[in-house]
Each structure stands twice: as structure tokens, then as C-alpha cells.
T-cell receptor
Framework: GENVEQHPSTLSVQEGDSAVIKCTYS??????FPWYKQELGKRPQLIID?????GEKKDQRIAVTLNKTAKHFSLHITETQPEDSAVYFC????????????FGTGTRLKVLA | NAGVMQNPRHLVRRRGQEARLRCSPM?????VYWYRQLPEEGLKFMVY????????ESGMPKERFSAEFPKEGPSILRIQQVVRGDSAAYFC????????????FGPGTRLTVT
């Protein structure tokens, strides 16, 4: 079945450094890749997304890259701040499939002040 | 425009009782998705419904779990004879139609089985 692998599971960085989270998906029909940030006890919040017709998208300190051939996509956070500390999930989705989000296993990011 | 609403936000049930979780989609949305998040894990798809139709229930456990989305009223996720392993956060999401990219998540219901 569909699967999304996410690495690393935990990541600690110093404030101001960059953080990179990587995901690999299995369903070649996937064409939409959102990233969610989840703080403790809260709902997942969409922070950035990318569609399969582009290779990179940036929004201030956050960027996402997509390599469709390799089925890899990554989240890059620059100039990290303590409030970036949370669990981040990548998702793969296909508009031609069953319309369910396939979530990665999550990365717990801790930004050390 | 109110977002996706879920209630209750917290639900405590004893083993063997029934749990009913409700989800009201965003206004104008007729597609609802339920996801389960076990502690320290990612969200797992359970079921996808349109009004009066179950489209995909491939993530639903075969027994004790059921879902509906009636013509009027919220979508209901029902868990019969709950067990401790059902303790989790249950999130629903909605979209205006199938095959669109964005799903909008509700705040979740945290079910605790004692």
C-alpha cells in the first residue's frame, strides 16, 4: 500500500541554524505534498505545500523541494527560532486516487535557545 | 466562516462503553475524512465520506468502528465496546469536493479509555 517514510524522527538544532526534514513516498500517482506543524495537544497546521508541477517553493524561512523521479521531498527551515519547536509531518496525496492523506511518521524538532 | 468543528474535545469512556465523536465540516464542504493519531505517532487515515455515502473505509478496523455522514447534521464516528487501545486523538478534516488538494483539519477529539 501507500507509504511515506520520514527522517529523522528527532532533530535538535541551535537557534539560528537550519533544519532539514526528508520524506520518501511510494505512490507514483502522488501529486500534492503538504507539510504540517503540530504543537502538543493541537491540530496539525498547514505550513507549506508543493504540487508536483514544481520542484521548489519558498515562503520566508520555510522552503520545500520535490524530486518526483526519486520520490523524495524535503522541508528546509532556516534561521530557526524556539517557536519552531514542534512535530512536523510530511504528507503525500493523489488527486487521482482515494483522496486520503498519507502521513509520514513525524519529526520532533527542538530548537535550543 | 467557521472552521471544522469537532465535539467533544475530550471524551473519557470506560472499557466496554460506546464512544461517539462528531465532526461538522466547514460551510460548503460535503466531504469528510477521519484520521486517528495514536500517542507519539502520525495521523492514520480511517474513512472518507460524502453526504450519505462511505467512499473509502480501508483504514477502519473491521469490528466495533463505524462512521456515517447523514444528509443533515454532523459526521459521526462511532466506536462500540471501547478498549484501552482505542485511546487516541481523532481528527476529522473536510474538503469542498473530492480530488481537491486541501483538507482542513478540526481540533480533534481526545479519547481516553479507562
Amino acid at each position: 500500500g501507500e507509504n511515506v517514510e520520514q527522517h529523522p524522527s528527532t532533530l535538535s538544532v541551535q537557534e539560528g541554524d537550519s533544519a532539514v526534514i526528508k520524506c520518501t513516498y511510494s505512490d507514483s500517482a502522488s501529486n500534492y505534498f503538504p507539510w504540517y506543524k503540530q504543537e502538543l495537544g493541537k491540530r496539525p497546521q498547514l505550513i507549506i505545500d508543493i504540487r508536483s508541477n514544481v520542484g521548489e517553493k519558498k515562503d520566508q524561512r520555510i522552503a520545500v523541494t520535490l524530486n518526483k523521479t526519486a520520490k523524495h521531498f524535503s522541508l528546509h527551515i532556516t534561521e530557526t527560532q524556539p517557536e519552531d519547536s514542534a512535530v512536523y509531518f510530511c504528507v503525500a496525496f493523489s488527486t487521482s486516487g482515494t483522496y486520503k492523506y498519507i502521513f509520514g511518521t513525524g519529526t520532533r524538532l527542538k530548537v535550543l535557545a | 466562516n467557521a472552521g471544522v468543528m469537532q465535539n467533544p474535545r475530550h471524551l473519557v469512556r470506560r472499557r466496554g462503553q460506546e464512544a461517539r465523536l462528531r465532526c461538522s465540516p466547514m460551510k460548503g464542504h460535503s466531504h469528510v475524512y477521519w484520521y486517528r493519531q495514536l500517542p507519539e505517532e502520525g495521523l492514520k487515515f480511517m474513512v472518507y465520506l460524502q453526504k450519505e455515502n462511505i467512499i473509502d473505509e480501508s483504514g477502519m478496523p473491521k469490528e466495533r468502528f463505524s462512521a456515517e455522514f447523514p444528509k443533515e447534521g454532523p459526521s459521526i464516528l462511532r466506536i462500540q465496546q471501547v478498549v484501552r487501545g482505542d485511546s487516541a486523538a481523532y481528527f476529522c478534516a473536510s474538503s469542498p469536493q473530492g480530488g481537491v488538494y486541501e483538507q482542513y483539519f478540526g481540533p480533534g477529539t481526545r479519547l481516553t479509555v479507562t
